[in-house]
């Protein structure tokens, strides 16, 4: 049972912005740990798509940005585009669980 | 660039144990200060981190698994590996190997390893 809980599905129109919301609580993001975002492209692996607050690895569009706030982290998607259908997961570091890294239960994000 | 890859038996049989080591290359696993780690995906499902080992040697497993779990290093040999006793069908998953960044992502993925619980 993942201890960060993401909307099972989000979906807009090629152009639009979607967010997608990650929340966890005070043992997790609420204690400050960093949040890091995760694409997963149909049969593929996932891939690093931002880390440690608001941080793209190289090739990342800045299309895609992150927040925080209390205990939830925020991963936004402007300007839309097909190649952006994927599955996103957010991940923490959860201080209760004995260093245990967590994942969120994951996002469908349908371009219409 | 680093590259990762995942290798072992497609198939366990309940009750047996699952072994996997992730080949490491274009760099050493010993150097710099990383943790490198395991996590599963049930086919259909969502990402479980299963545990990470770290260039101290310290390791730090899923509460949810620990007691099933073992991560080993063969530094000499540039792997890393899992070993997951008592399987059952619940284990059957895509399994990944990854290196962690500084503050505990995973920076460097392989491709996938599906592996299958079933007599």
């Known amino acids: 049972q993942s201890v960060l809980t993401q909307p099972p599905s989000v979906s807009g129109a090629p152009g639009q912005r979607v967010t997608i919301s990650c929340t966890g609580s005070?043992?997790?993001?609420?204690?400050?740990?960093?949040v890091h975002w995760y694409q997963q492209l149909p049969g593929t692996a996932p891939k690093l798509l931002i880390y440690a607050g608001n941080n793209r690895p190289s090739g990342v569009p800045d299309r895609f940005s992150a927040s925080k706030s209390g205990t939830s982290a925020y991963l936004a998607i402007t300007g839309l585009q097909a190649e952006d259908e994927a599955d996103y997961y957010c991940q923490s570091y959860d201080y209760s669980l004995s260093g245990s890294r967590v994942f969120g239960t994951g996002t469908k994000v349908t371009v219409l | 660039q680093l590259q990762l890859q995942e290798s072992g038996p497609g198939l366990v049989k309940p009750s047996e144990t699952l072994s996997l080591t992730c080949s490491v290359s274009?760099?050493?696993?010993?150097?710099?200060?990383?943790?490198w780690g395991w996590i599963r995906q049930p086919p259909g499902k969502g990402l479980e981190w299963i545990g990470s080992i770290c260039y101290t040697g310290s390791t730090y497993y899923n509460p949810s698994l620990k007691s099933r779990v073992t991560i080993s290093v063969a530094t000499s040999e540039n792997q890393f590996s899992l070993r997951l006793t008592s399987v059952t069908a619940a284990d059957t998953s895509v399994y990944y190997c990854a290196r962690e960044g500084y503050a505990e992502y995973f920076q460097h993925w392989g491709q996938g390893t599906l592996v299958s619980v079933s007599s």
């Open positions: 274009g760099g050493s696993i010993s150097s710099s200060s990383y943790c």
């Open positions: 005070t043992s997790n993001i609420g204690a400050g740990y960093d």
